[in-house]
């Protein structure tokens, strides 16, 4: 017969072989650390696309279970909202001085561009109009947004990329053209005169324009206007200005995230499907020009060819932009608040 002693070690290892089953490792197909991609707002219909096909594979590849999250607004916005707390695994912007911004704040390293090809910049697109149908006001360069009488639809550059990107056309448009910086800033200045309502997104402003029909003319990313386009039929028409700025898109993973919730390689791959054939396809359905210069090639009559400069060509680099344009007291705040 066993003693009390025995029968209390017996019930000691019974115990302990419990807790050992219940602390086994979790099998290879379990559910991984869902992923948060924080983006820019017109890129909702790109990465509800994405998202989908990406999980699909990483299943056929790794066994496991991945959800995918997305968050959209104002570029800018958004980047404050990670740098405030946000818990972004990725980052999907419309300018690479979002992300810069996030560097500056320790999140990621200040060479995060170098991580992927084009700058960590799988697509790109440019600043074109959208008119009502006939072009009534007969809006065909940014010169004509500056004319008495015309109403523009442009989100806030202070919180916007789309917004910012805008601004930065116009004034390009005039130093390629040979102007002087006092001729570009008056063109931004009439053109900001000209704004009736500054949303703080590039989605709350096709809003704006297509459904509370303010507005003569919407500037927005030519992918945008497709959409538009898609959406509304012969409502709108497509007004591509003789020359306008490249808009690229920049990707990074937040290490500070990633690290934290264990999900790296996940996040990688993430960013790695966006150059892929099955990415770049799905990127250049949804307008957006892509690196790859097979789907490029395949995509052709999608895009109407337009000469386009960088932010580096005229302003130097993103951050220099920034600090003179956009920076509280810079050349935005001075024209708009003399409006």
């Known amino acids: 017969m066993p003693t009390f002693s025995s029968t209390n070690a017996l019930r000691r290892h019974l115990l302990c072989a419990a807790l050992a089953c219940i602390a086994l490792p979790v099998p290879a197909f379990a559910a991984s650390a869902p992923l948060l991609n924080v983006s820019y707002d017109v890129t909702r219909e790109l990465f509800k696309d994405i998202n989908p096909v990406f999980i699909a594979e990483w299943k056929k590849t790794s066994g496991e279970t991945l959800t995918v999250n997305q968050s959209h607004g104002g570029s800018s916005k ?44 799988p697509f790109y697109s440019t600043m074109v109009y ?106 709108f028409e497509v007004v591509y200005p003789a020359i306008s700025i490249l808009a690229e898109s920049p990707v990074a993973i937040v290490d500070k995230v990633v690290d934290k919730r264990g999900n790296r390689k996940e996040a990688t791959a993430y960013l790695n499907f966006l150059y892929s054939d099955a990415g770049q396809d799905i990127i250049a359905k949804h307008h957006l020009r892509p690196r790859s210069e097979a789907i490029a090639k395949k995509y052709a009559a999608s895009f109407k060819p337009i000469t386009l400069f960088t932010v580096d060509s005229v302003f130097g680099d993103w951050k220099q932009a920034q600090k003179k344009h956009f920076d509280d007291g810079g050349e935005f705040d001075k024209i708009y608040q003399s409006k």
Do not use: C, H
């Open 78 to 121: 958004q980047a404050r909202s990670v740098a405030d707390g946000l818990e972004a695994s990725v980052v999907t912007m419309n300018q690479a001085n979002d992300i810069d911004m996030l560097a500056e704040r320790g999140l990621l390293p200040a060479d995060w561009a170098k991580r992927f090809p084009n700058n960590a910049a």
């Open 130 to 235: 959208l008119v009502r149908k006939g072009n009534p006001k007969q809006i065909k360069n940014w010169d004509d947004l500056g004319k008495p009488g015309v109403k523009v639809i442009v989100p806030n550059p202070k919180t916007s990329g789309n917004g910012r990107y805008t601004y930065l056309a116009a004034w390009g448009y005039v130093i390629k053209q040979g102007g002087s910086e006092a001729q570009a800033r008056e063109l931004v200045n009439k053109l900001f005169k000209n704004v009736p309502i500054l949303d703080t997104g590039g989605r709350a402003a096709t809003t704006t324009f297509t459904q509370r029909q303010i507005g003569d003319v919407l500037v927005t990313f030519e992918n945008e206007v497709q959409l538009v386009r898609e959406q509304f039929g012969d409502n």
